[in-house]
């Protein structure tokens, strides 16, 4: 007879647990206090460190050439890398907004947005450019809706 494996029972298990619960597991787990953030965070951490620790971590040389491909895509700047690549239009993909009755069609780049042929790096930059006042860029084109996050 084979012996079932508990991990996936105890990851599911994840979802129904208490956050109390969830938090005093942080802190058996990882002998640190909890952090202050969300519940998913939470959930997601703790079923990484759970397989962590029942099945093995991820290999030194698999750490050291996710480093490189990260280096590789953000040239090792922190604040490249901050920047959500996946809400980020796909270059090409042209956003059109009518502001004060003219049509304002702006090109997003690989490097970020053009403009009337002007390069911009930041879409709420092109959206002051535009309008001539403070704006986020994402809001202006709708490309962020609030009710989203509530």
Partial sequence: MTKLDPIPARLAA????????LKKQWRELFDSAPPPY???YLESRLAYRIQELAYGGLKSE????????GDE??????????????LMPIAGTRLIREWQGTEQVVTVTLNGFEWQGRPY?????????????????????GLKNHRSRA
């Avoid at 994840?14 to 619960?21: A, E, G, I, N």
Wanted: net charge positive; glycine share 10%; hydrophobic share 35%.
């Fill in 62 to 69: 698999t750490i050291s050439r996710l480093g490189r491909l």
């Fill in 73 to 86: 895509l953000d040239g090792g700047d922190r604040k490249t890398s901050r920047i959500r690549t996946d």
């Fill in 121 to 141: 790096k930041s879409i709420s930059a092109l959206a002051r450019a535009i309008t001539g006042t403070q704006w986020n860029g994402w809001v202006f084109f």
């Fill in 14 to 21: 994840l979802k129904d647990t208490p956050t109390v619960d």
């Fill in 38 to 40: 969300n519940r998913r």
